[in-house]
């Protein structure tokens, strides 16, 4: 059974950062492209961040770019997206996910997400 626990999320103020990290057991992230996806309210989800698996491209969401980092552990398994600066509009559930062929350095598909984690929610406050 594959499973992901995303943690780090919470209430922060306007300018703060904060490091959200996705633990994952059931499959390895060397086989895959990891990517954080974030859904705010009444909204679509957006693909916020992804590193491919077959050349280690990364793509930022243009309202990120400069104020995201994601990396992996591969020997743990795990992923972690750190935001700095962050703003009001960054107010979001933020979901780890894993798919195939799905992050260029250019974009990220959510259609092509295989696995998902429940979310962790972020809150920015003005």
């Known amino acids: 059974e594959v499973k992901f626990v995303e943690s780090g999320g919470g209430l922060v103020q306007s300018g703060g950062s904060l490091r959200l990290s996705c633990a994952a057991s059931?499959?390895?992230?060397?086989?895959?492209?990891i990517a954080w996806f974030r859904q705010a309210p009444g909204k679509e989800r957006e693909g916020v961040s992804c590193?491919?698996?077959?050349?280690?491209?990364?793509y930022y969401e243009n309202s990120v770019k400069g104020r995201a980092t994601i990396s992996i552990d591969y020997a743990q398994n795990t992923v972690s997206l750190q935001i700095d600066g962050l703003k009001p509009e960054d107010t979001a559930v933020y979901y780890c996910?894993?798919?195939?062929?799905?992050?260029?350095?250019?974009?990220?598909?959510?259609?092509?997400?295989?696995?998902w984690g429940k979310g962790t929610p972020v809150t920015v406050s003005s």
């Open positions: 996910a894993a798919g195939l062929y799905s992050c260029t350095s250019s974009s990220v598909s959510l259609e092509g997400m295989l696995h």
């Open positions: 059931g499959l390895s992230f060397f086989a895959y492209d």
């Open positions: 590193l491919s698996n077959s050349d280690g491209s990364t």
